[in-house]
C-alpha cells in the first residue's frame, strides 16, 4: 500500500450493501479500505469480495465509536472520501434497545466525523433511508406518493429516528464550514437481490425481517413458509406496495454521489433517493421469486403488521437527473441473483464442519481455515494457499509450523506451500520466450528455484471461498502475480481448488493469463507438503512404493536435468523401498515422457507413489494428471522444531528446467487464451 494513492473509507464495508459497493468501487477503479466492527456481518464477505475483484482489501475490525483506532487508520492511509454504511438496522430491535441504537448510529458517527474533521476529510455519503420519510400516507391526499426528497420527515421508530438525527448532524455541520462539506444523503428504499456472482449476498442473523430473505429461507427449507400480512390494502392484489432495488443497482448509486461530490468545486448537502420508483406488491414479489425457484412456495396470510402502510414508493427523480444514475435491474432479475447466492450458498457464510480463525498476530489477511469431514482433517492458511495439517484418524500426517510468523522464516523448508510461477529449477535464473530473454532473480546459485523470492509461497492468497456440497468441501484461493514480479512477464491469474471429502484431498490447478501485456508465460504449479506417516520426528522405516521408475537424469553438481530420461537404478515398478538413513532421494520420476499439454485436467488421474508405515495402517496414495513427480526425501531440512527425514515430499509437475528443452517446452508456455491445469489427489484407506 502506497500512501501517496488515495482512498475511500467505507465503514461497514462488511455489511450487506456495503459489501456489494465494495465491488462496484474497486470495478471503478477506486481504492479502498473498509472498517467494520464485524457486529452485524462476517469477514467471510471482505475474502470474498477481494476474491470477486482479484484485489487486497486493507480491512479494520475497528468499532467506529473508537475514535483513536480510527484516527490510526486515517494516519496510515490517505482518505479521500468516506461511504458511511455502519449503523443497526434492525426497526424492530431498535425498539427494544433504543439506547444501543442512538449510541452505535449516532454516537459512532459523531466520533468518525470528529476523524474526518481532524483529518481534514470533509466528503462523506451517508446510507440514510426512506424510514426517515415515516408514514408518508398520514398527508392523506396522495400527494407525497411516489416520496419525493422534499417530504417532510416524521420517522416513526428509533432506528428512523437515528438516521434522521444523522441527517440533521450532517446538516449543522456541513453549515459550520459551508465551503468545505460535502455531504450526500441517500434514502434508500427496499434492496433486495444479490451479487450476481453468487458469492456475496445478505446474510441475516437470526429470523430475517425482510420478506426476500425470509422467502429465500422457504425456499431453501431453513423455514416452514411465509407470513403475508395483510391482503386487504388497496393495491391490485391487496398487499402493499414497496420499491424494491436492486442491491447492485443501490451500490451504484455511491459510485454516482461520489463522483457528484468529486466534480463539484465548493461543498454541498442534498438528499437523494436511491429507488426505482416502480412500487411493487408483495404477491409481485412472491411470484418473482417463486418463477425464479420453479414452484410456488408455501404461504399464509396472516394479520396486517402494526406500523404497515400501503405505499412506500420513491421519486428517484433527483437521482436520476443529478447524479445521473438510474436503477436498471428488474425485480426479476434480482430474485434470480439471491436464488444463485442460496443456492450456492444455502447457509450464508457460514459452513458446517468448516471454522478459520487468526493465523498472524496482526490482520487478518493470513487465515487458517479448518475443514473437518468424517476421519479427515484438513487446515489451510492463506499464506501460499498452504496445507498446515492434514489428519487421517487423529494422525498428523504433515510437516507443519503452529502460527503463521514461523512460516516466514527464512529456513522454513517450503511447508505445506504452494509453488509458483514456476516450480523446481530454471538454469542459469533465466529463460526465453517469443525472442525476448527474461532474467530471475537467483536464489539457488545460479538459479531461480520454487518462482524466487517472492514467490506464491510468500503471498497471502485471496479468499478463500468455500462451499460444501452433499457432504463434500470445496475451497478456492486466488493470486494474481503482476507483470514483472520475480521477473515474470504478464499478469497470471491461479485459483487452486481444493476438494475435501473424508477419505481423500485434491488439489486443482488453473492459471491463465489476465490481460494484454503479453502473449505468453511458463508457469509450472505444485504443492510442496511434507509427509510423514511415522507420528515420530524421522521418517525412517515409511515404505514407499514407487509406480513409474524413469527419471530425469540429473548433473551431479548442478542438481539440473541432463535431457535423457533413463531408468533409476535402485527402483523397481510395486516394489517398496524401505525408507532409511541411507535412501537418499531427490529425483524426478517421469509418469509421461512423451507430454506436451499445458492443461493436463482432462488424462486419467494416475496414482504414482504409495506410502505406509508400520506403526499405523493408514495407506496414503497420491495420484496426478501431470507428467512427472519430484520425491524428496527431506535431506536439506534444518528449521524450527524439524531437522533432515522428518518428512518426504511427492511433488507432481511439469518436467524440471522444461524450458530450457525444445522437446518439453511446450508443457510450460502459457499462451494468452489458454489455460495451465493441473490435478494432484491425496487419498488415504
Ligand atoms: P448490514 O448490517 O449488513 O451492514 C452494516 C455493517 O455495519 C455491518 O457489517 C456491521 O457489522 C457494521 N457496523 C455496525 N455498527 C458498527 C460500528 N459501530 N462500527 C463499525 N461497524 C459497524 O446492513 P446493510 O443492510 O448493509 O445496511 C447498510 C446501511 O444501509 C445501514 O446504515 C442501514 O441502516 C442502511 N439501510 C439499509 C437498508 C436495508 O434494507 N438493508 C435500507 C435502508 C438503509
Avoid at 456541513?174 to 462539506?181: G, I, M, T, Y
Avoid at 421469486?289 to 403488521?305: I, M, N, Q, W
Avoid at 539457488?444 to 524466487?452: I, P, R, T
Amino acid at each position: 500500500m502506497s500512501s501517496q494513492q488515495e482512498y475511500i473509507l467505507v465503514t461497514g464495508g462488511a455489511g450487506y450493501i456495503g459489501s456489494h459497493t465494495v465491488v462496484e468501487l474497486v470495478n471503478s477503479g477506486q481504492n479502498v479500505v473498509i472498517v467494520d466492527s464485524l457486529v452485524n456481518s462476517s469477514y467471510d464477505a471482505v475474502a470474498r469480495v477481494e476474491f470477486l475483484t482479484q484485489t487486497a482489501i486493507p480491512f479494520f475490525d475497528i468499532d467506529i465509536r473508537d475514535s483513536e483506532k480510527l484516527s490510526e487508520v486515517f494516519k496510515q492511509y490517505k482518505i479521500k472520501g468516506v461511504v458511511h454504511f455502519a449503523s443497526l438496522k434492525a426497526v424492530g430491535e431498535s425498539t427494544q434497545i433504543p439506547l444501543s441504537y442512538y449510541d452505535n448510529n449516532v454516537n459512532g458517527t459523531i466520533s468518525l466525523l470528529n476523524v474526518m474533521k481532524e483529518n481534514k476529510v470533509k466528503s462523506i455519503v451517508f446510507s440514510s433511508s426512506a424510514t426517515v420519510y415515516g408514514d408518508v400516507t398520514r398527508f392523506g391526499d396522495n400527494s407525497m406518493i411516489p416520496i419525493p426528497e422534499n417530504c417532510p420527515s416524521d420517522p416513526t421508530n428509533p432506528y428512523g429516528r437515528s438516521k434522521f438525527m444523522i441527517e440533521s448532524i450532517l446538516k449543522d455541520i456541513h453549515s459550520s464550514d459551508e465551503s468545505n462539506w460535502k455531504v450526500a444523503i441517500l434514502r434508500y428504499f427496499n434492496p433486495i437481490g444479490a451479487h450476481p456472482s453468487g458469492l456475496i449476498g445478505e446474510d441475516p442473523l437470526g429470523t430475517p425481517n425482510n420478506l426476500l430473505p425470509y422467502l429465500a429461507q422457504v425456499a431453501i427449507g431453513r423455514r416452514e413458509k411465509l407470513s403475508i400480512f395483510g391482503n386487504d390494502y388497496a393495491s391490485h392484489d391487496g398487499t402493499p406496495i414497496r420499491d424494491y432495488i436492486h442491491v447492485v443497482d443501490l451500490a451504484k448509486g455511491h459510485i454516482a454521489a461520489l463522483g457528484y461530490l468529486a466534480k463539484n468545486t465548493g461543498g454541498l448537502y442534498r438528499e437523494w433517493n436511491l429507488g426505482t420508483g416502480k412500487g411493487s406488491t408483495v404477491f409481485d414479489v412472491y411470484h418473482a421469486f417463486s418463477k425464479a425457484v420453479g414452484k410456488e412456495l408455501p404461504y399464509e396470510v396472516v394479520a396486517r403488521r402494526a406500523g404497515d402502510v400501503l405505499d412506500l414508493t420513491a421519486n428517484p427523480a433527483r437521482a436520476n437527473k443529478e447524479l445521473e444514475w438510474k436503477a436498471e435491474l428488474s425485480i426479476e432479475q434480482a430474485c434470480a441473483d439471491l436464488w444463485k447466492w442460496t443456492v450456492q450458498n444455502p447457509t450464508g457464510f457460514k459452513v458446517e464442519g468448516y471454522e478459520w480463525k487468526k493465523f498472524e498476530k496482526v490482520g487478518l489477511e493470513n487465515r487458517l481455515h479448518s475443514f473437518t469431514n468424517g476421519p479427515l482433517t484438513i487446515a489451510l492458511a492463506n499464506r501460499g494457499a498452504l496445507i498446515q495439517d492434514l489428519s487421517f484418524n487423529g494422525e498428523h500426517l504433515v510437516n507443519a509450523f503452529d502460527n503463521g510468523e514461523d512460516y516466514k522464516l527464512p529456513t522454513n523448508p517450503y511447508f505445506g506451500t504452494n509453488i509458483g510461477r514456476v516450480a523446481n529449477r530454471i538454469a542459469n535464473a533465466e529463460f526465453q520466450l517469443n525472442g525476448k530473454t527474461y532474467h530471475l532473480p537467483k536464489n539457488e546459485n545460479q538459479n531461480s528455484l520454487h518462482g524466487g523470492s517472492l514467490g506464491f509461497d510468500k503471498v497471502n492468497w485471496l479468499g478463500p471461498i468455500v462451499r460444501k456440497k452433499e457432504g463434500v468441501f470445496t475451497v478456492e484461493f486466488l493470486i494474481v502475480e503482476k507483470d514483472g514480479t520475480n521477473g515474470y512477464p504478464g499478469d497470471l491469474k491461479t485459483i487452486i481448488k481444493y476438494t475435501i471429502d473424508s477419505s481423500s484431498v485434491q488439489l486443482e490447478y488453473e492459471a491463465e493469463l489476465i490481460n494484454d501485456k503479453v502473449d505468453a508465460t511458463i508457469v509450472n504449479l505444485t504443492n510442496h507438503s511434507y509427509f510423514n506417516l511415522s507420528g515420530e520426528p524421522t521418517t525412517d522405516d515409511t515404505d514407499v512404493t514407487l509406480f513409474y521408475d524413469q527419471y530425469m537424469k540429473v548433473d551431479d553438481v548442478s542438481l539440473l536435468p541432463t535431457g535423457d530420461i533413463v531408468k533409476f537404478e535402485g527402483v523397481t515398478v510395486g516394489q517398496p523401498i524401505h525408507l532409511d538413513k541411507d535412501a537418499f532421494f531427490d529425483y524426478c520420476y517421469i509418469v509421461d515422457k512423451d507430454a506436451t499439454q499445458i492443461d493436463t485436467r482432462g488424462n486419467e488421474l494416475k496414482p504414482v507413489l504409495q506410502a505406509t508405515h508400520p506403526r499405523t495402517t493408514t495407506k496414503f496414495v497420491f495420484s496426478t494428471t501431470e507428467p512427472s513427480f519430484q520425491f524428496y526425501t527431506g535431506d536439506g531440512v534444518n528449521t524450527k522444531g524439524f531437522t533432515k527425514r522428518s518428512g518426504f515430499c511427492v511433488e507432481p509437475a511439469r518436467f524440471v528446467n522444461a524450458i530450457h528443452f525444445d522437446k518439453w517446452a511446450s508443457q510450460v508456455i502459457l499462451k494468452k487464451g489458454e489455460k495451465w491445469g493441473g490435478i494432484t489427489k491425496y487419498s488415504f484407506s
